[in-house]
């Protein structure tokens, strides 16, 4: 069984800077690519950034120079660094982590942390 808890949510003013983190734990090997979704009121989930293991990332062209996505290997956890936030980035955001234990790749999704930037 893998558990990934998202934390660094909050409420900040447009122009703000917020940094989540995903930890998991529990039955893991290795972890290949680590991602951050988000979900705003009313609109299907769509994906934000994408980290492989060895490092490459991948940025939505509406966050590319304002996120940045990093992980702790080390620690399988993956960060979201999130800089001039606006309105139109409040959501729920989730992290998926692809989680290799023995033989089998499995997909695990974080319960969500609540962004809310005012204007």
């Known amino acids: 069984q893998v558990q990934l808890v998202e934390s660094g949510g909050g409420l900040v003013q447009a122009g703000g800077s917020l940094r989540l983190s995903c930890a998991a734990s529990?039955?893991?090997?290795?972890?290949?690519?680590m991602q951050w979704y988000r979900q705003a009121p009313g609109k299907q989930r769509e994906l934000v950034a994408t980290?492989?293991?060895?490092?490459?990332?991948v940025y939505a062209d509406y966050v590319k120079g304002r996120f940045t996505i990093s992980r702790d290997t080390a620690k399988n956890t993956v960060f979201l660094q999130m800089n001039n936030l606006t309105p139109e980035d409040t959501g729920v955001y989730y992290c998926?982590?692809?989680?290799?234990?023995?033989?089998?790749?499995?997909?695990?999704w974080g319960q969500g942390t609540q962004v809310t930037v005012s204007s």
């Open positions: 529990g039955s893991i090997d290795s972890i290949a690519s």
């Open positions: 998926k982590a692809n989680v290799f234990f023995r033989t089998l790749i499995s997909t695990h």
């Open positions: 980290i492989t293991s060895g490092g490459s990332t």
